[in-house]
């Protein structure tokens, strides 16, 4: 999103944490310093340019190579799920010290009058060590509770810890999209300066999900590391395929307009580390997809699958917002799942 | 085998959770028996523990608003299980601001001690947490092991200084050496010693005072400046001062000369015996 390359198209491409974290890493020293930062692309080096403009002349540049990739696709209408709970993340975060470390799946159990977070008793329980602990709370607690069928998911601890820690950051309310197990379920941050989406598989009752974890797990990593090749041809085949059901039209957010500065300074001064905004440049953070995948080798119980989506602070470039999902391709296994419009072994 | 017990007092609440940190922190898996008046606390002296022995007692009158216990029998009125002791400091510390906290022993598969915890949230309205500690029930024929340790008759009792400062002290000893030489005399004098081929380091405490003795003979025989001495693993004293968080009450060392260091402390109403051998 070069000034000069305005009719540039977006740019899907992953960065390494391990190099941007640390740049973004001393708050502290930020906010102290930094007076602007600019976010910009060198397509003819595939960099990404993060430049620190800062107090006394300074300008410091870091320049991360990054890796075009297509990311995947998860088709997921979080809004049709039966049940949804907006909770704030301190209750949560109140409910996650229950839980040892080495717990890895918890179970959500729901029913119209309660809700219950507690171990997973799918586990194989080591008798001298492992500790069953539940924790119900009352509907009133939830900023947001509608229950439309009792239903009892497990899934991924740790997804939920990192996810709440993510939270914190932004002091908005979680909301839990969840069906049936099996069903993926969603839990979304929707904040002033963005709106994330953590899709997590949630185990399945059923025997017949030892099905194909081991494919699923792996193909996603075979795609990062060769990206352009494989996603050109799943990008093939997806056009193939009637539209409607692959693209997600997400209604763009509006954030600050260029003009009001002073949301500029909040923004700064709420210390998010994650959107500082260049003032009066139309440079911006380009939304990222970034998919991750944890292998569960030999693993017939729960494929782990996790995604999120940012959507990006605001930019005059309306049109970027329309088709946030534009040009994703799909994992090259769901497209058999697109085509009964299922979703139950993603 | 019944048991339960309820907490409705936030400071015996607090008391207990802090007795139950203590024990974490000091025996990885313990034994709590329990009899109509006390619960205890203990580590019985096996090779595995470097003959390490540990024996805490509460009164349970001083924190259980209600305490129903029947035991094996009705001549054994007692309960032993074995336990992870992590496990029932990490449910305690969930308990936090709890408005009651109860304790019974239960049956879900497999012997449990569940811990369930009314939490008041800011809404108003109760949490209700639980907590399934799986437990090993302790069978009779094993009792004889897990009896109250005699304390032996020291060649010298005396009171320890600040224990956080012991600490400190025992801390950067380790990196020295394994092995510590704790001696002591009727003076009112402390030493904390550490040798090797490099090096010696002693620390000396004065002035801690010596409680006065059980026995008017032996303090009377004994030359007051002659030092009673056990040489012991400085890992052990260090996992014996770590795991007091607070200063006690009252802290006594009793030393029986090359045999055995016996710490006697008080937390409050919470007596704990602490056992070091000497080294071998």
Redesign the interface.
């Known amino acids: 999103m070069n000034d000069n390359d305005s009719t540039s198209s977006n740019l899907n491409c992953k960065l390494g944490m391990k190099s941007i974290l640390p740049i973004f890493r001393c708050l502290n020293s930020l906010e102290r310093n930094v007076e602007k930062c600019k976010i910009f692309t060198r397509s003819d080096k595939c960099k990404v340019v993060i430049e620190f403009l800062c107090r006394h002349g300074i300008r410091r540049t870091h320049n991360v190579c990054f890796q075009e990739s297509q990311p995947l696709q998860v088709i997921f209408e979080k809004n049709m799920c039966s049940n949804t709970l907006v909770i704030q993340p301190r209750v949560l975060a109140e409910a996650i010290v229950l839980f040892t470390s080495s717990q890895e799946e918890v179970t959500l159990a729901v029913t119209p009058l309660s809700v219950c977070l507690k171990s997973s008793s799918d586990e194989p329980v080591d008798v001298t060590s492992s500790v069953y602990s539940e924790m119900f709370v009352g509907p009133d607690e939830f900023d947001f509770f509608q229950i439309g069928v009792d239903s009892e998911i497990t899934f991924c601890f740790k997804e939920l810890k990192g996810i709440l820690t993510f939270s914190e950051a932004t002091h908005a309310p979680i909301a839990i999209h969840f069906d049936f197990p099996g069903k993926p379920m969603a839990l979304s941050i929707d904040d002033m300066l963005l709106e994330a989406n953590f899709i997590l598989a949630t185990l399945a009752d059923e025997p017949s999900r030892a099905s194909s974890p081991q494919s699923l797990c792996l193909s996603p990593k075979q795609k990062r590391s060769e990206p352009l090749s494989s996603n050109s041809e799943a990008g093939k085949n997806v056009t193939s395929k009637a539209p409607e059901c692959i693209l997600r039209k997400v209604a763009p957010k509006r954030l600050y307009p260029k003009e009001t500065l002073t949301d500029v300074s909040a923004l700064e001064n709420c210390g998010s580390p994650i959107m500082k905004r260049a003032n009066g440049d139309r440079s911006e953070v380009s939304e990222s997809s970034v998919s991750d995948t944890e292998e569960v080798p030999g693993s017939p119980y729960l494929r782990k699958f996790s995604c999120m989506f940012f959507g990006a602070v605001s930019s005059n470039r309306q049109e970027r917002f329309n088709h946030p999902f534009d040009g994703l391709a799909t994992a090259s296994d769901s497209e058999e799942d697109m085509n009964d419009g299922s979703f139950s072994t993603f | 085998m019944k048991f339960r017990a309820k907490i409705v007092d936030t400071a015996c609440l607090n008391h207990f959770t802090r007795v139950s940190n203590m024990i974490a922190k000091l025996a990885k898996t313990c034994t709590l028996r329990i009899s109509p008046d006390k619960l205890n606390f203990i580590l019985s002296d096996k090779v595995a523990n470097g003959g390490v022995s540990m024996w805490c007692e509460l009164e349970q009158e001083n924190f259980f608003s209600e305490f129903q216990m029947e035991g094996v029998s009705a001549e054994n009125n007692e309960i032993y299980l074995e336990l ?1 002791s992590e ?1 029932l400091s ?2 305690l ?2 308990a936090q601001n709890a408005r009651a906290l109860k304790i019974k022993l239960t049956n ?3 012997p ?1 001690l569940t811990v369930s915890i009314e939490l008041l ?1 800011v ?1 108003n ?10 437990v ?1 029930v302790i069978p009779r024929k094993l009792w004889k092991d897990l009896r109250e340790p005699t304390v032996p008759d020291a060649d010298v009792s005396i009171y320890l200084p600040v224990l956080k400062t012991m600490k400190s002290i025992v801390e950067k000893m380790k990196n020295i050496s394994n092995h510590l030489i704790i001696e002591a005399n009727l003076n009112g004098e402390l030493n904390l010693k550490i040798e090797t081929e490099l090096v010696c380091v002693t620390t000396h405490f004065k002035d801690l005072g010596n409680p006065p003795s059980a026995s008017e003979d032996a303090s009377q025989d004994r030359n007051p400046g002659q030092m009673a001495e056990v040489r012991i693993d400085i890992r052990r004293l260090l996992q014996f001062l770590a795991g007091q968080q607070v200063n006690p009450t009252k802290a006594v060392c009793n030393i029986v000369s090359n045999k055995i260091v016996h710490f006697d402390l008080l937390h409050e109403d919470v007596s704990l015996q602490y056992f070091i051998p000497a080294f071998s």
């Not at chain 2, 309205?125 to 399934?132: A, F, G, L, M, Y």
Request: glycine residues 0%.
């Open positions: 992870t496990n990490r449910a510390k969930t879900k598969h497999f449990c949230s809404s309205s109760s949490r209700i947490v639980t907590h399934d500690i799986p090993r």
